[in-house]
Every structure is written in C-alpha cells, then in structure tokens.
C-alpha cells in the first residue's frame, strides 16, 4: 500500500498569499505524515516554525515510540512552551503506520475519516479549545485504522466551518474516485462561496494501491 496526500490553502479574501497564516507540511517517506497549523502572527513566527519541529522530531523518532500517546504529549507541551509570547497556533498531525493512523489535534483545527463505503466521522470532536502558545495545550489523541480508499481530512477552520457534514460527503463522493487530487481545492471552492473570511486549508489523504 502507499499513502496519497493532496493539499490546498488559501488567504483570507483581501490577503496576500504570503500573509496567509494557516501553514502545512506533508511527507510520503519512510514514516508518512500530515500535518497542519492555523497561527495567530506571521506565518513564519509561528505555524512553519512549529511544522519544521514536528518533523524534525518525527524523522528523529521511530514506529513504536510514534504509536505511543505519551510521546505526542512530550511534543505537544515542547511545542505549547517554544511559541513566543502574545502569538498562538492550532496543531492538527497524523502520522500513517501502515494502516493505522496516529496523531493529535490541538485548538479547533478537525479531521474527517469518510470511509470508502459511505457515511463520515469527526475525528477530533472534544478537543480542547486551547492552541499553542497558550501554556494549556491539550492534546485530542487520533488513533483510526483506515481501510483502502478511505478518506482523511485535515482542514482549518476557514475550511470546516462553511461545510456542513453532507456538503463534504457529496464533495467526496464526487472527486475522491476519479480526482482525488483536486479534492483539497474542490472543498475550498465551496466554502469560498460562503466568502473568504479566514485563511483556509485542506489536505486529503488515503491508502492506495
């Protein structure tokens, strides 16, 4: 099996995309991973920042200790106390063991699983309100066994809060089995029809053959 990972942001109507705030990071290697910040402050302060020590603590990890919550707990308060003062980032990560995805989310950035046969699920539903940078960061543990062509979604709340549930099933259905990789940009198409009022982003991922 492999992992496929398509993404799409953008800025807030009016914004220039280098003021754009949401950041993401994706890696189809050894240890495939997503990954995604909503940042409060310029980008480079404090969303890359953040990806850039994720996945340097990824690469320096291993399978086991990635499947075991206690080691998102370590990151999740090394990254809580490494943003600077008066700036703050939701943090959404899974990693894909095989077929077993593993993460966390952090603030109100949501993942969706919708299974290849039908219906949908909200992943991160619970997860505590507080981002980074605030010294209370909690995380929401992710832990789902995916099935061939099942659908992850990862989006930011520009992206998630125009969609309502069956809005993002009938955009699956439709681009998932012939344009998986437009996927992304299909979903933020139809939320840009409720207006741009957030920076937004949203990465799809499946396993494939």
Known sequence: MRVECFAATRPQQGRADKDNEDAFLVSLEDLPFAALCDGVGHPQRVAKKILQTFQCSCRASTSRLIADLSTWTGWVRALDSSVPQGYFSTFLAVVLLENLAVGVSVGNSRAYLLPRSGGFRHLTQGAAKESLGSGK????????????????????????????????????????????????????DFASHHARTD??????????H
């Open 199 to 208: 920076d937004m982003t949203a990465l799809a991922l499946r396993l494939t």
């Open 137 to 188: 960061a909690v995380p929401f543990p992710i832990r789902e066994t995916l099935s061939l062509g099942d659908t992850l979604l990862l989006l930011s709340d520009g992206a998630w809060a125009p969609l309502a549930s069956d809005s993002l099933q009938q955009i699956v259905a439709a681009e998932a089995p012939s344009r998986f990789y437009h996927l992304p940009n299909a979903l933020l």
